[in-house]
Nanobody, 123 residues
Framework: QVQLVESGGGLVQAGGSLRLSCAAS????????MGWFRQAPGKEREFVAL????????YYADSVKGRFTISRDNARNAVFLQMNGLNPEDTAVYFC????????????????WGQGTQVTVSS
């Protein structure tokens, strides 16, 4: 089992930045594909970014490409999401997820999830 705990959310003005962290425990996540998803009120959970175990390989949703950066530190068993140029449309609960084998954008195919951290961007 893998336990994931997100942190770093908060309230920020449009144009600002936040850095989300996801701390894993239970087992090492060094060989897992790690993803970030978000869910706004009344909307489905949507893919944001993923990073494969070889950290040079990443993939982003078009809506965040060029503004968000996903990274991982396998020694710390952690994943991060640097979010720059935030706008009100980025307001959502952000979730960290882990997959043993799947490296795509379908949330239902991830094996482990955190509880989420709220990000609110004011205009």
């Amino acid at each position: 089992q893998v336990q994931l705990v997100e942190s770093g959310g908060g309230l920020v003005q449009a144009g600002g930045s936040l850095r989300l962290s996801c701390a894993a425990s239970g087992r090492t996540i060094s060989t897992y594909i790690m993803g970030w998803f978000r869910q706004a009120p009344g909307k489905e959970r949507e893919f944001v970014a993923l990073i494969r175990w070889r950290a040079v390989s990443t993939y982003y949703a078009d809506s965040v490409k060029g503004r968000f950066t996903i990274s991982r530190d396998n020694a710390r068993n952690a994943v991060f999401l640097q979010m720059n140029g935030l706008n009100p449309e980025d307001t959502a609960v952000y979730f960290c997820a882990a997959s043993r084998n799947y490296d795509g954008s379908e949330a239902r195919r991830y094996d482990y999830w955190g509880q989420g951290t709220q990000v609110t961007v004011s205009s």
